[in-house]
């Protein structure tokens, strides 16, 4: 029998990284299955228990290891303040992961043949019909493969709730066999600094900027001029014009992780589309990581 899509986890920890104006908070997750298959890029949609709430909301992976998944998630609406009050203890429904990786070899598509029926969201495990569910592995070519190559440079760019999934990515890199000095970890902040200490770990390569300084990862690129390599990238959309009007001018790869509103996070909905040289490609399905080069920004 097919398991159902959604399941009810236990939150192990809670922590909030910062308050103030802007209020970005910390979950640790038992989620064994989703953190055992995780990829770097790659998000979760998270489901409200208030049925008022039917829209799950995208959380990007900021880290999984030991069965546990780490989710940091900024205060942004209803739905992400609710889950705020998600205290050690308590359960969260999650479905995941979804979408794309920075490091994929290929393009997992998940094809909707019909709707999803039914979502319980008062059993214990929230159930979804699957019946008409199916998911369909297509490999495209290899094209992200590249970005495991040990004598490559790899530039991580994290722009605000952008920062977190660039841990996952950081690690998954040195533990491929990237060397500490061929990781570059670049954050940009609007004003206090969070989840940065875990980059430390991985390189002493991490450049810190913020709104609050007059300086942004752009200028930080600028300052210690990293012309060359791969450029990971993700954080808002401004932000990421700027990069990649970097990587154009320096003729380097870049890879962006898109934020977009989403519907369904497996590509029914056609809720969360975005230009590209091949035409108009879902964030959730076809993303969230795209080459930037064939992203109309």
Do not use: W
């Amino acid at each position: 029998m097919e398991q159902s899509p959604i399941k009810k986890y236990r939150v192990l920890a809670d922590k909030t990284l910062i308050h103030g104006d802007e209020i970005v908070y910390l979950l640790k997750i038992d989620a064994k299955d989703i953190a055992d298959s995780a990829r770097p890029g790659q998000f979760v949609n998270v489901y409200m228990d208030d049925s008022s709430k039917l829209l799950p909301r995208p959380i990007s992976i900021a880290d999984a290891e030991d069965g546990v998944l780490t989710l940091v998630i900024g205060i942004r609406g209803k739905g992400t303040a609710y889950l705020h009050t998600k205290k050690s203890g308590d359960y969260v429904r999650i479905m995941g992961p979804l979408g794309t990786g920075f490091l994929d070899a290929g393009d997992v598509s998940h094809e909707l043949v019909d709707s999803v029926s039914s979502v319980n969201l008062d059993s214990p495990i929230a159930s979804v019909d699957v019946t008409n569910l199916s998911v369909r592995a297509d490999l495209r070519d290899a094209s992200h493969t590249e970005h495991l190559d040990p004598a490559t440079k790899h530039i991580l760019i994290g722009g605000g709730i952008g920062v977190p999934p660039m841990r996952l990515l950081a690690k998954t890199l040195a533990k491929s066999g990237v060397k500490p000095d061929d990781i570059c970890v670049v954050l940009g902040y609007r004003d206090e600094p969070f989840y940065e200490n875990g980059f430390y770990e991985i390189t002493d390569l991490v450049y810190e900027t913020s709104d609050r300084d007059n300086r942004n990862v752009v200028d930080a690129l600028n300052d210690e001029k990293l012309t060359s390599g791969i450029i990971y990238a993700c954080g808002p959309t401004p932000m990421l014009k700027a990069v990649k009007s970097y990587a154009q001018l320096h003729e380097m790869k870049l890879l962006i992780s898109l934020e977009e509103r989403m519907g369904c996070g497996y590509g029914a909905c056609v809720g969360c589309t975005v230009k590209t040289t091949a035409g108009k490609k879902k964030v959730c399905k076809d993303g969230p990581v795209f080459d930037a080069s064939e992203v109309v920004l």
